[in-house]
C-alpha cells in the first residue's frame, strides 16, 4: 500500500508530464492533441483491473472514461470529471517555461498546473489507489478525463453527452472550481460553490435601409442602431439581489464590521465592490 509520500510524489510525477505534453487548445479542431493525456493517463492506469475505454469524435481529440463498478446498481454513482486541455501561452507572461513542469519550492510552474491537470492527475492517483486496493463502491465510481473543455466541448463533453451518455451518466460529479481556499495557514477556509454563471443566447435582427456611402445622411444604418443596443447592454447594471446563502456565508466571514455592513446592504453593496482591488485587506 503506497504511503502519503508516494502519492504526493506520483501526483506531481503524473503532473509535470500532462503539463509537458501540451494539449493547446486554441479552439480549432485541429488544436488540443489531447490524445496524448488521454494516453499518459491509460498507462498509467493501466494494470489495475480498470475498465478504460476511449473515445474521439475528432483525431487527436481522445476523452478517457474508467470505471470502478459498484456492488449495488441501484446505488448512487459518483464522476470524477477533468479536462485535459488547456488555453494557448503568452510567453511574455511567464517568468518560467510554460510547458516544463518544473517543481521549484514545493510548487509545480506550468500552463495547466492549476486549470485544472493539478486535479486531472490527483483524481487519476487516487482512482488507481482505489483500484491497487480492490476498493468496491456501492455505487459506480467513474473517471472522465475529458477533451476540448477550453473551447465549447464540441470534441468534448458535450459530443460525449449526445452520443456516449451511458459511459459517463452518474448522480454526482465532483469536478474544477467547487470552491476556493481561504484564509491563513493556521486558520484555513474552503468556500463550497452552489452556483455557477450560465449563458442565455439571444438573437437580435437590426433591420436599416441601405444608402450610397457618398450620402450618409440619407441612409437608415442598421449599425448605428445596432451600436446604441450594444451601448444599452453595456450601460445595463441590474438591482443586486441577495440570497439567503450569501447572507450567510458573509455572517460567517471573519470580516470588520463596516465591510460585513456594506456587504449586507444592496444599497453599498455595489460601491464596496468597485473599490475592492484598491483595498489591501478586508480584515
Not at 485544472?116 to 487519476?124: C, D, H, I, K, P
Not at 465510481?141 to 456516449?164: I, K, P
Request: net charge negative; proline share 5%; aromatic share 6%.
Amino acid at each position: 500500500m503506497a504511503g502519503n509520500g508516494d502519492l504526493t510524489n506520483q501526483t506531481i510525477e503524473l503532473l509535470q508530464a500532462l503539463i509537458r505534453n501540451q494539449c493547446v487548445n486554441d479552439g480549432t479542431a485541429e488544436s488540443g492533441h489531447e490524445v496524448r493525456n488521454a494516453d499518459l493517463l491509460a498507462t498509467y492506469l493501466e494494470g489495475t483491473g480498470l475498465d478504460l475505454q476511449r473515445y474521439e469524435p475528432t483525431p487527436g481529440r481522445t476523452s478517457l472514461v474508467a470505471r470502478i463498478e459498484g456492488s449495488d446498481p441501484d446505488a448512487p454513482s459518483l464522476c470524477l470529471m477533468g479536462h485535459t486541455d488547456v488555453v494557448p501561452v503568452s510567453l511574455d507572461g511567464w517568468s518560467r517555461d510554460p510547458f516544463a513542469g518544473e517543481l521549484v519550492g514545493g510548487e509545480v510552474w506550468g500552463r495547466g498546473a492549476v486549470d485544472m491537470l493539478n486535479l486531472v492527475a490527483s483524481q487519476a492517483v487516487v482512482f488507481r489507489t482505489l483500484a491497487d486496493r480492490g476498493f468496491r463502491p456501492r455505487g459506480d465510481l467513474v473517471l472522465f478525463a475529458v477533451a476540448d473543455e477550453e473551447s465549447g466541448s464540441a470534441h468534448g463533453a458535450r459530443w460525449m453527452a449526445d452520443h456516449e451518455w451511458d459511459a459517463i451518466a452518474a448522480d454526482y460529479v465532483l469536478t474544477e472550481n467547487g470552491g476556493l481556499h481561504s484564509g491563513s495557514e493556521d486558520s484555513p477556509a474552503i468556500g463550497v460553490n452552489v452556483a455557477e454563471k450560465g449563458v442565455a443566447w439571444r438573437r437580435l435582427t437590426v433591420r436599416g435601409t441601405p444608402g450610397h456611402g457618398s450620402a450618409p445622411y440619407r441612409s437608415d444604418n442598421a449599425l448605428l442602431k445596432a451600436a446604441a443596443v450594444i451601448q444599452r447592454l453595456a450601460d445595463y447594471s441590474p438591482d443586486p439581489r441577495f440570497h439567503e446563502l450569501w447572507r450567510a456565508q458573509v455572517q460567517a466571514m471573519d470580516l470588520a464590521d463596516e465591510v460585513r455592513d456594506q456587504m449586507l446592504d444592496e444599497d453599498r453593496i455595489d460601491d464596496y465592490l468597485a473599490e475592492l482591488p484598491r483595498t489591501p485587506s478586508v480584515d
